[in-house]
């Protein structure tokens, strides 16, 4: 008999969960939620899971895809207003024609990128901007190019908003907006500060004085762009209003709806058409879908027997070694599952009590900088640095995560422990 329980009902969920990340990070054209919907609906009608538990994982996930689909929208105005193209602006213009001041520039734009807008924007719409910047004052694309991955995942443990881990967990704590920012502050500033030294240190040889600037890549005609004020102060009511909406009584799906929405009166009347294609591109319906199948496919693991024995590998309290155990507990899940399903598995079982579920949100996100599997984020930034300069090669990739994980995580994980103990 297939249930949740049985040898079977495991075997056939962990099947479905191997097929769903292998797609997703194998298939470079192809939507992971081609195999992951039918893989979904597959698990409820063989009795490995309920109809009932499937509509109650669904109303869990809802309110996150709901914020995601409107968080993408805005991403998308903010770079069809110019946001990146200005910020590529500064980057150059404040950097000099230094390398090194160029990389800590990088890693400003990056952590407040993510933290703001999300891993998924830093990746696609910052990391182009950070080489051709790189390019145009001739310095080497490799080390800041790099710097946008890590800190996609190093920086994404700010706010709520910055990643999707991060909405799950926000969502299951019954944490405030404020609350989170606040225990999760420090960490994100230890993480940011350990990865530069690492940078700094490791990519020393890719930081000499800059060479002549690529011209191939930067007319010196290049226009300069205007500031888009309107953008930057709808981007900033619309954190005001995360940052209200717990005593208001509203979700944050609701606020970023609306925010996505008043975002797009302007270009939806000098565009109507143009626009709402556009919008609904960015929205990735197929994304929305995977993210949705992939929580019913991770049921039945969690569930079972595997979700058992990992359970019990969760220590109890909330103790400097117990928040380094679910840390380095969630790191390795990242890097053998992927971070989202990772962060699908683990997070029930560390929700009640919200250090050890900030914790594994440490470990979810800083752990992918491990290996180009921890997370979609790093195939993603992969195809984009292949697209416009080189990736860096599988090994030497390897080796800069084996060298700031374990201090980054060590470090963000002591750091969110001094918190809890001022709270």
């Given amino acids: ?36 919907v039918p893989a979904a609906v597959l698990l409820p009608l063989l009795g490995v899971v ?23 929208v805005v991403a998308e105005v903010c770079a069809r207003t110019g946001v990146f193209a200005w910020v590529g602006q500064l980057l150059a213009d404040w950097s000099r ?19 703001v807008l999300s891993i998924d924007t830093t990746i696609v719409l910052l990391t182009p901007v950070a080489v051709a910047t790189a390019r145009r004052i001739g310095a080497r694309a490799t080390p800041v190019g790099t710097a946008t991955a890590h800190l996609a995942n190093s920086a994404s443990t700010l706010l709520p908003v910055s990643n999707l881990t991060n909405l799950l967990a926000f969502s299951a704590t019954g944490l405030g907006f404020l609350s989170f920012a606040g225990l999760m502050a420090a960490p994100w500033v230890v993480a940011i500060v ?46 005001c209003g995360f940052v209200i909406a717990e005593p208001l009584g509203l979700s944050l799906a609701a606020i970023a709806g609306v925010g996505a929405a008043v975002m797009l009166i302007v270009p939806m009347r000098k565009a109507p058409a143009v626009t709402a294609v556009r919008a609904l591109r960015a929205v990735n319906l197929g994304f929305l879908a995977f993210v949705a199948a992939l929580g019913i496919i991770v049921l039945p693991i969690r569930l079972g027997p595997i979700g058992g024995a990992i359970t019990h590998l969760i220590p109890d309290g909330n103790s400097l070694w117990a928040l380094l155990a679910v840390a380095t507990l969630a790191a390795v899940a990242a890097n053998v599952l992927n971070n989202l399903p990772a962060t699908l598995l683990l997070l029930p079982m560390v929700a009640h009590d919200p250090g050890l579920a ?62 809890l103990q001022v709270v």
Avoid at 101 to 110: I, S, T, Y
Avoid at 391 to 416: D, E
Wanted: avoid cysteine; charge should be positive; charged fraction near 10%.
């Fill in 358 to 419: 900030l914790a594994m949100l440490l470990g979810v996100n800083i752990g992918p900088n491990l290996a180009y599997f921890g997370s979609l984020a790093n195939l993603l930034w992969r195809d984009v640095m292949r697209r416009h300069t080189i990736a860096p090669p599988t090994r030497r990739y390897v080796l800069l995560g084996t060298l700031t994980v374990p201090p980054t995580l060590i470090a963000a994980v002591v750091a969110l422990w001094v918190g």
């Fill in 1 to 36: 008999m297939l249930d949740v329980h049985s040898p079977l009902g495991t075997a056939v969920a962990v099947l479905a969960l191997v097929a769903v990340i292998g797609i997703a990070v194998s298939a470079q054209r192809l939507s992971p939620a081609i195999i992951a």
């Fill in 97 to 115: 024609g230094s390398p090194r001041q160029l990389l800590r520039l990088v890693f400003v734009a990056a952590a407040l990128t993510t933290a």
């Fill in 50 to 72: 309920s109809w009932s538990q499937v509509r109650d994982e669904l109303e869990f996930i809802a309110p996150t895809i709901g914020f995601l689909a409107a968080m993408l």
């Fill in 194 to 239: 350990v990865e530069y030294v690492i940078f700094r240190v490791f990519f020393a040889g890719d930081l000499p004085t800059a060479r002549a600037p690529d011209t191939a890549h930067t007319p010196a005609d290049t226009p300069r762009r205007p500031a888009p004020v309107g953008t930057l102060i709808l981007l900033g009511l619309l954190l």
